[in-house]
C-alpha cells in the first residue's frame, strides 16, 4: 500500500532544508521542525495577521474587547508605524 503524501510533510521536508541550509545538523535539523510543527508556526493557511493587529494585541491582550476594536480601527487609519506614536499639538 502506497504512503499519502499530505501537504504538512511537505512543508515539514521544506522546513528541514531550510535548516539544514543555515548550518544545523540534520538530526537537529529534524528535531526543530518537528517541535515548529507542533507549536504550530507552519502557516496552516487561513488569514493573515497585518502588522497593526501584532501591535494591538501586544498592547491590549488576546482578548477581544471593545476597546482593541477601535485601537485597531485607529490604527488602520494613520498606518502602523505611526500608531501609538504621541503627537505634538
Known amino acids: 500500500m502506497p504512503s499519502v503524501k499530505r501537504k504538512s510533510d511537505n512543508k515539514l521536508s521544506r522546513k528541514v532544508s531550510v535548516l539544514r541550509k543555515e548550518g544545523y545538523p540534520p538530526k537537529q535539523a529534524v528535531a526543530i ?21 501584532n501591535k494591538v494585541v501586544s498592547r491590549y491582550g488576546p482578548k477581544t474587547s471593545a476597546y482593541r476594536s477601535g485601537a485597531m480601527a485607529k490604527c488602520r487609519k494613520v498606518g502602523a508605524a505611526n500608531w501609538g506614536n504621541k503627537s505634538k499639538k
Not at 43 to 52: N, P, Q, R, V
Request: glycine share 10%; charged share 45%; with cysteine.
Open 33 to 53: 521542525a518537528y517541535s515548529m510543527k507542533k507549536r504550530k508556526k507552519f502557516k496552516e493557511g487561513g488569514t493573515t495577521k497585518d502588522a497593526c493587529y
